[in-house]
């Protein structure tokens, strides 16, 4: 096997690890926002752009005939992290949730941005187009929260002076 086949695969394995990470991420989030519809409203989409996506990302790895028996591990791997990024309960979890999902999104871009140049020199054009369609779903949501970025913290700065911790969120 061409060392491209072989990181491609095991590349495609950490994408799909990445996305199931994204969508647990995505909903606790989105469970837990209650005073900013917008932002709750565009983490819902995309929560079911990542469910679709890793949809994708398991009809590519079929269709490469790649084994999933790794893929246990590699999420482990993401979990640490992303649990500092998730799963942040301070009273400015609100702001921590957009600052750490900007940085998830720029993980994503850049993991696809990788994928697609290796699937084409490997010459899986299949594949290479499929790693660009998401990095452009994953570029117009990092596009989204770096926009809403300095709406959401003033909002939050006005919501700070309550003493209940639900009107944060
Ligand atoms: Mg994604
Ligand atoms: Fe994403």
């Given at each position: 096997?061409?060392?491209a086949?072989?990181?491609?695969?095991?590349?495609?394995?950490?994408?799909?690890a990445?996305?199931?990470?994204?969508?647990?991420?995505?909903?606790?989030?989105?469970?837990?926002?209650?005073?900013?519809?917008?932002?709750?409203?565009?983490?819902?989409?995309?929560?079911?752009?990542?469910?679709?996506?890793r949809?994708?990302?398991?009809?590519?790895?079929?269709?490469?005939?790649i084994s999933t028996?790794?893929?246990?591990?590699?999420?482990?791997?993401?979990?640490?992290?992303?649990?500092?990024?998730?799963?942040?309960?301070?009273?400015?979890?609100?702001?921590?949730?957009?600052?750490?999902?900007?940085?998830?999104?720029?993980?994503?871009?850049a993991?696809?941005?990788?994928?697609?140049?290796?699937a084409?020199?490997?010459?899986?054009?299949e594949?290479?187009?499929?790693?660009?369609?998401?990095?452009?779903?994953?570029?117009?949501?990092?596009?989204?929260l770096?926009?809403?970025?300095?709406?959401?913290?003033?909002?939050?700065?006005?919501?700070?002076?309550?003493?209940n911790?639900?009107?944060?969120?």
């Amino acid at each position: 096997m061409s060392d491209a086949r072989k990181y491609v695969d095991q590349w495609l394995r950490d994408a799909h690890a990445m996305e199931k990470q994204a969508e647990s991420i995505l909903e606790g989030q989105v469970s837990r926002i209650k005073n900013y519809p917008e932002l709750a409203e565009r983490m819902q989409a995309h929560l079911e752009e990542t469910i679709s996506q890793r949809k994708r990302l398991e009809a590519c790895i079929e269709r490469r005939g790649i084994s999933t028996s790794g893929v246990k591990d590699v999420s482990a791997k993401f979990t640490a992290m992303m649990q500092n990024l998730g799963g942040v309960f301070a009273g400015d979890e609100v702001v921590k949730g957009v600052l750490a999902s900007y940085a998830f999104e720029a993980m994503e871009i850049a993991s696809y941005r990788i994928l697609a140049e290796a699937a084409m020199a490997e010459g899986d054009f299949e594949t290479a187009q499929l790693c660009k369609e998401i990095c452009q779903e994953e570029e117009a949501m990092a596009d989204w929260l770096k926009e809403h970025m300095p709406r959401i913290t003033t909002a939050f700065l006005g919501h700070a002076a309550s003493e209940n911790a639900d009107a944060k969120r």
